[in-house]
């Protein structure tokens, strides 16, 4: 499993606390020297058991076609090339729709198997709020010129968990994006982190943060309507119709090794974590080792947010045995075969369940 960070955006969204940079001169040919060298350095940490290959942001789609071919051929000279089970590029609409048909038909030649489009909202007002790229419209444009570009496993991102969304907009969105046909969706509550923008505006008191009660409020909209849509509601914050479900965000939840290249990429060895700095020049990794306790409070909550859930004897060697019951008995965990997982009714509550467990 690779995953390659491109930390280049045109703009800011008002809520994002990811790292990234505007391009200006010669950022991409710096950023791309350096990540074809960090894929040399590191080949022999990259094992192809899924052979993933995940762009991620940043915005993927703002980096030129002919940077992201020079990595791609870098893994292949290094012995990780393609084909990939599932080559995943995530894709700012606005992009789609500028670069044109030809631009989504090259990013199939060059083996992408999978586009994840941050659309976040249906509503112009919203995704101006936003400070995002594209309109509704727009959104609409890039997927029907990827499905004519041949792209067959298309997600698209949506942002709830906003006191200004009204459940006339946020049904509307919902709607809007299983009207076009999606693969999979995947649906993230926003949450103020760091210095960002709306960070700025809570201080300021010029945006109050959504009640709890309004969150999930929220969520039980999305999952009753992606649930009628025939949706597999596979881990917290995805949907996918079935066979759909992602492979390699689904190795991050089984704790599969990984190799994050690029500024802030994050990797994971299986015994350790790493992580490179946020620093377009010369960004170097760090990293840690965890403990056996840390590792089994991450396989659990990492499973628990799943609908496959934890393996029940893993579960109770880790827990009391008590809290497990006494969870089964409030309805809180069930029990699945050998497994045990959150009810997706209970899915919203899945920090305070996992809390408890451990
Ligand atoms: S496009 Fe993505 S990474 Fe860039 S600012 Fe917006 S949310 Fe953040």
Redesign the pocket.
Same mark, same amino acid.
């Given at each position: 499993m690779i995953y390659i960070h491109v930390p280049f /955006?045109k =703009? !800011? /969204?008002t809520? /994002?606390d !990811?790292y =990234?940079e505007i391009p200006g001169a010669g950022m991409f040919e710096s950023y791309t020297d350096q990540v074809c060298a960090e894929i040399r350095r590191r080949a022999a940490e990259m094992d192809d058991e899924l052979k993933t290959l995940y762009f991620g #942001?940043?915005?993927p789609s703002v980096l030129p076609l002919s940077h992201l071919t020079r990595i791609l051929l870098t893994l292949e000279e290094c012995g990780h090339g393609g084909p990939y089970t599932e080559f995943t590029l995530e894709a700012?609409p606005e992009d789609i729709v500028e670069k044109g048909l030809h631009y989504a038909e090259s990013l199939r030649q060059l083996g992408v198997n999978r586009l994840s489009m #941050?659309v976040q909202s249906f509503d112009d007002t919203l995704l101006r709020w936003m400070n995002?790229r594209h309109s509704a419209e727009g959104a609409r444009e890039a997927f029907r010129l990827v499905r004519r570009a041949g792209f067959e496993n298309v997600s698209i991102d949506l942002i709830f968990g906003l006191s200004n969304l009204s459940d006339k907009v946020w049904e509307d969105t919902i709607d809007q994006a299983l009207a076009l046909g999606p693969e999979h969706v995947s649906c993230y509550q926003l949450t103020v982190e760091g210095d960002n923008i709306l960070a700025m505006q809570l201080e300021n008191g010029e945006y109050e943060e959504a009640s709890e009660e309004l969150c999930r409020h929220q969520y039980d909209v999305l999952c009753r309507k992606m649930a009628a849509a025939g949706f597999h509601h596979y881990e917290i914050s995805n949907f996918a119709r079935p066979g759909f479900e992602a492979i390699h965000n689904g190795g991050y939840w089984a704790r599969r090794p990984y190799v994050g290249l690029g500024p802030s990429a994050h990797s994971f060895s299986g015994r350790g974590r790493s992580w490179n700095s946020a620093v377009l020049e010369g960004y170097v990794q760090t990293g840690e080792s965890l403990s056996v306790e840390d590792e089994k409070v991450e396989t659990l909550m990492l499973a628990l947010r799943t609908a496959k859930g934890i393996d029940g004897e893993f579960l109770m060697a880790c827990c009391r045995e008590e809290d497990v019951h006494r969870l089964v008995g409030e309805g809180a965990l069930c029990q699945v075969g050998r497994h045990y997982r959150i009810p997706e009714d209970h899915f919203f509550v899945s920090d305070e369940i996992i809390r408890e467990l451990v």
């Open positions: /955006c =703009s !800011f /969204c809520y /994002c !990811f =990234s #942001g940043g915005t700012n #941050g995002r």
